[in-house]
Nanobody, 112 residues
């Protein structure tokens, strides 16, 4: 059973923008803290944006938001650079413990 579904990735030129979406099941959305992670080539998966924090290296360019009526979180990415190329994952961590869920990932490729 798919719990998290990401969309919005693609190929964009440097300086361009993309907006990622992640739709969660109602149960997951209401019981979890949600965030965006990314995995770039040769590196570990890292958190880049959540409800309370945005990683320093994307702050000012990436914006996290959520729509409680649609059980959806978003990641608006502006002024993209080739360094931002990678697979972006939606993560839902159960508040109070109990596990987490991952989406299937969406590929973002930024050309120079």
């Amino acid at each position: 059973q798919v719990q998290l579904v990401e969309s919005g990735g693609g190929l964009v030129q440097a300086g361009g923008s993309l907006k990622l979406s992640c739709v969660a099941s109602a149960t997951i959305f209401s019981t979890s803290a949600m965030a965006w992670y990314r995995q770039t080539p040769g590196k570990r998966r890292e958190m880049i944006a959540g409800n309370l924090a945005v990683a320093n290296y994307v702050r000012g360019r990436f914006t996290f938001s959520k729509d409680n009526t649609k059980n959806t979180i978003y990641l608006q990415m502006n002024n993209l650079t080739p360094v931002d190329t990678g697979i972006y994952y939606c993560n839902a961590r159960t508040v109070g413990g109990g596990g987490e869920h991952w989406g299937q990932g969406t590929q973002v490729t930024v050309s120079s």
